[in-house]
């Protein structure tokens, strides 16, 4: 059975920072492209942040330079560093993992980025 399980969202000030992890289980994870998605209320879910099993990275417009993605192969993990963040980060984030014909789906956790 395939599990997708994110945490470390919560409420954070403008300007602070949160670090979300995914922990990954029932797939060969090196085979899989993770992917952090988000969604705000109202608006469809977008991509924020990949990296490839060989560690090639793709970031939204809107994060660059304020987030960053990184994978632990060994741990089955993937996080997500967040700094700098802004009230337009209140989100659902959400971790995806794909592969051919493979795509899978965490359970979301919730950023708001609030004063």
């Known amino acids: 059975q395939v599990q997708l399980v994110e945490s470390g969202g919560g409420l954070v000030q403008p300007g602070g920072s949160l670090r979300l992890s995914c922990a990954a289980s029932g797939i060969i994870f090196n085979f899989y492209v993770m992917n952090w998605y988000r969604q705000a209320p109202g608006k469809e879910r977008e991509l924020v942040a990949t990296i490839t099993s060989g560690n090639t990275l793709n970031y939204a417009d809107s994060v660059k330079g304020r987030f960053t993605i990184s994978r632990d192969n060994a741990k089955n993990t993937v996080s997500l560093q967040m700094n700098s963040l802004k009230p337009e980060d209140t989100a659902v984030y959400y971790c995806?993992?794909?592969?051919?014909?493979?795509?899978?789906w965490g359970q979301g956790t919730q950023v708001t980025v609030s004063s």
């Open positions: 995806n993992a794909q592969a051919v014909s493979k795509n899978y």
